[in-house]
Nanobody
Framework: QVRLMESGGGSVHAGGSLTLSCEAS????????MGWFRQTPGKEREGVAV????????GYADSVKGRFTISRDNAKKTLYLQMDSLKPEDTAMYYC??????????????????WGQGTQVTVSS
């Protein structure tokens, strides 16, 4: 079983930055694909960014490319999402998730069986 806990959310003005963290309790953290997803009331869950097991490969939703950076520190069992140039449409509850699957770079939530509780990001105009 994997336990995940996000932190770092908050309120920021458009153009600002936030860094989200996700701390994992897992014996074999480095075997998991990790991802960040977000959800707004009334909308479907959206894949934001994904990262491979040792962090050398990443994938991003088109809406955040060039603005968000996903990274991981396997020694600390921590996943990060650096968010720059934030826009009001980035407002959402952000969740980190872990998956054991052969291909890490799909933004689909298929295979992500472990989820954190979420951290709220609010971007004002």
């Amino acid at each position: 079983q994997v336990r995940l806990m996000e932190s770092g959310g908050g309120s920021v003005h458009a153009g600002g930055s936030l860094t989200l963290s996700c701390e994992a309790s897992a014996t074999t953290y480095s075997i998991y694909c990790m991802g960040w997803f977000r959800q707004t009331p009334g909308k479907e869950r959206e894949g934001v960014a994904v990262i491979s097991q040792i962090g050398v490969s990443t994938g991003y939703a088109d809406s955040v490319k060039g603005r968000f950076t996903i990274s991981r520190d396997n020694a600390k069992k921590t996943l990060y999402l650096q968010m720059d140039s934030l826009k009001p449409e980035d407002t959402a509850m952000y969740y980190c998730a872990a998956a054991i699957r052969g291909y890490c770079l799909s933004l689909s939530s298929d295979g992500y069986n472990y989820w954190g509780q979420g951290t709220q990001v609010t971007v004002s105009s």
